[in-house]
């Protein structure tokens, strides 16, 4: 098969590396793509979000299979245009990615189908947001409507920080476009955990649980980001939990979308908050996590080529998912300044001291080579990936490998998993 990758990220670069090793992959493109990936794929220069030039070149090159990375290609109907031109594409269609493309969208379908969500309001105008916080007790949350590169969501700990949020969305229009409208939520208390399904329209097959940590710095402190580190499993995701999680939040989900007569293809990924009363839902994403797709994709054992194709074509019933026992951490380097105002431009050196050791994996994101040199060209850069058998000691050898590398010009948090690590010492 001709595979096609679309985008340039660390969650891509794993999705290739995934790939390439499916004997069913005789030759793999990805668009953009980035210095990690062109190692293993043919990278073309075409932007992730321009759906007609990433149509017109899978039709040129007669592309047997596209698996779209990011979530706005998949918002502006990127595999409906696929699907037009008959090829096979893993993802969503427009209609169906709306669970993310639009959080008053799938909070909506949450009132509407009693799927445990925290109480919202929704607001397109500054003012009666503000009410609406002036009646309801702090913390709370503020959340742009639209796709804000998961920077959208801002936790407030008291009622000037939520009307100082709804004017920073709305009318300073921080995220543009997304924030015409926002969804002011009640704060759940509890472990945040990330949770990933398989669908094909109508059947579903669970990965492993993950946990991703949003804030910037150590400790869970500072701005959210995209993700600073993961970790897969997630202790609190126990066996038992992840039954309620499939019953009471996944499934009808699914069922709900075909209902609503938009039936969902492609990775779910539930954001949820595991709180005393049981798991309730605080976000769908309609694609893989980054950075959590790269320890999952290195957790698999099976032919991840052979589960995305049966995700597309309605046969997930008949897929039985293999996976390494060992915990699997990834650490994210970002460029000093992430996530506002990042510096591009500085030399990365070291990588491959680090991807030479024995259970690391080093995932490029935002990375090209000049003149022989690695740069850094994004907030995210790299993703310093470990296994091993718990989570204290894959976070150690990710910290090993992470001191190869030499790049004043990054940082990185220094307690990825320290939640999981907190549970092992007290068992």
């Known amino acids: 098969m001709k595979i096609l990758v679309v985008g340039s990220g660390g969650r891509e670069h794993s999705l290739c590396w995934a790939i390439a090793k499916s004997p069913k992959c005789d030759e793999l493109f990805c668009a953009p793509g980035n210095a990690g990936i062109e190692r293993i794929a043919n990278c073309v220069d075409i932007n992730a979000n321009d759906v007609n030039a990433i149509a017109i070149f899978a039709l040129e090159k007669k592309i047997d299979y596209v698996v779209v990375g990011p979530e ?3 918002v502006n109907g990127l595999v409906d245009k696929l699907q037009a031109l008959n090829i096979k594409a893993f993802g969503p269609s427009a209609e169906a990615a709306a669970l993310e493309g ?10 509407k189908y009693n799927i445990p969500s925290a109480k919202y309001g929704r607001f397109n105008k500054p003012e009666k947001a503000k009410e609406f916080i002036a009646n309801h007790k702090s913390p709370i949350v503020v959340k742009a409507d639209g796709l804000a590169a998961g920077k959208g969501v801002i936790i407030c700990g008291n009622k000037q920080e939520a009307n100082a949020a709804v004017d920073f969305i709305m009318n300073e229009l921080a995220f543009g476009d997304a924030g015409n409208e926002v969804i002011i ?10 949770f990933f399904v398989l669908v094909d329209g109508e059947n579903t097959i669970a990965l ?24 897969t499993p997630a202790p609190v995701v126990d066996d038992k939990m992840a039954k309620r999680i499939m019953d009471e939040i996944i ?11 938009k039936p ?15 798991p309730r839902l605080i976000e769908y994403n309609v694609r893989f996590g980054d950075p959590e797709c790269q320890p999952l994709m290195v957790a698999m054992k099976s032919d991840i080529l052979d589960i995305l194709v049966a995700s597309t074509e309605g046969t997930l019933d008949k897929v039985k998912l293999q996976w390494h026992k060992e915990v699997t951490l990834i650490v994210v380097m970002a460029a000093q300044g992430y996530p506002g105002n990042y510096q591009r431009g500085s030399e990365i ?15 490029h994101a935002g990375t090209k080579l000049e003149n022989g040199k690695l740069i850094a060209t994004g907030g995210r850069v790299l993703g310093i990936t470990s296994k091993a058998k718990t989570v204290a000691a894959a976070q150690r050898l990710a910290y090993e490998a992470v ?4 790049w004043p010009g990054g940082f990185n948090r220094t307690d990825i998993g320290w939640r999981a690590i907190n549970r092992e010492e007290t068992l």
């Not at 050196?349 to 995932?363: L, N, R, Y």
């Open 403 to 406: 001191a190869k590398i030499n």
């Open 251 to 261: 499934k009808p989900t699914v069922a709900a979308m075909i209902k609503e007569g």
């Open 349 to 363: 050196k070291g990588v491959k001291e680090a991807s030479d050791m024995s259970d690391i994996f080093v995932f």
């Open 102 to 111: 639009s959080k008053g969208f799938m909070k909506d379908l949450c009132s």
């Open 208 to 231: 492993r649980s993950a946990q991703d940590h949003k804030a910037v710095y150590n400790g869970d402190k500072g701005p959210n980001t995209g993700g600073m580190g993961a970790y």
């Open 72 to 74: 706005e290609p998949l």
């Open 264 to 278: 969902y293809k492609g990775v779910l990924y539930a954001g949820l908050m595991i709180t005393s009363k049981g």
């Open 185 to 194: 939520e009640e704060f759940l208390e509890g472990e945040e955990a990330s």
